[in-house]
DNA sequence: ACTGAAATGTTGCCTAA
DNA sequence: TTAGGCAACATTTCAGT
């Protein structure tokens, strides 16, 4: 992870669709070098995705809520994440200090399909219960990392 | 937008640099039809942006916690934006049911950095205590927030 | 939707530090 | 031994039909 990593990662968040020859000349290198530091960033987990941001009210996807999730006993982290990814609503969870063991961000088209999603959270077993937060107005979205 | 425009979505979601040919032959569309369609929900401002999802350790920006706000009497929505636009660290943020104000999505280099920023946020009128917790490991990152 | 020309991605090999 | 440049080849993009 040099400077020239770093460039290559800022011109990549700008756009990921960015021809490696375009890159190279902005940083000054060449087109295989370029590609050579983004497959062994994609290697070493550096970059997670090639994604796109996609208009959230155009797409439906407007409905969003925090839930809290509750297990009985222990869970192992490696459970939950195997539990969330089969919910393609999960957007983003994490295991929390706290009385509750994750907290999980949820969007979706609307409430009911909402409320599907958390069903399918709901019935994994060793989930005890889920409390959830719906958002009622978004107040900042500062995308990307 | 049509069931065609959210295959394409979703295609270009899992990996945003899948070639016009690999997304058609998905899809059952010729590569020139599905660059037709993505240049149109490019104009549109459906897809917003082509990017990355970056290793936030990488970045050093590791230490994250969801935050209850809790506020005294009724507080505007619009004044709570005013408080967190203010501070860096706030990630994501919205008004929610629930006994909580507003729940906010903090990201910071370390804890003592995530502390100043929690400072920053209660020392703001109205606001009356908030509530942490922090995340011990991240499960799922699926969206840009 | 198909085609061909132009652009870009990909890989092997060589050189330099 | 690691990283970059160059060149040849494969694939993709893109405009014109």
């Known amino acids: 992870m040099d400077n020239l990593d770093r460039s290559i990662l800022d011109e990549l968040r700008r756009n990921s669709r960015a021809g490696y020859g375009d ?62 990814s ?12 706290g009385s509750a063991d994750a907290i999980v961000h949820m969007r979706s088209r609307d409430i009911p399909s909402l409320e599907a999603a958390l069903e399918r959270v709901r019935i994994a077993p060793n989930v005890d219960h889920t409390r959830s937060a719906i958002v009622l107005s978004r107040l900042i979205h500062r995308s990307n990392d």
Chains 1, 2 share one sequence.
């Open 23 to 84: 890159i190279g000349q902005i940083i000054g290198l060449s087109a295989s070098a370029v590609k050579r530091r983004v497959d062994r960033l994609v290697a070493d987990g550096v970059i997670r995705a090639f994604t796109i941001q996609v208009d959230p009210t155009v797409d439906g996807m407007n409905t969003e809520a925090y839930v809290e999730l509750f297990c009985r006993g222990t869970v192992a982290p490696e459970e939950l994440l195997r539990i969330l």
């Open 86 to 97: 089969a919910v393609p609503e999960v957007v983003d969870a994490g295991t929390v200090t």
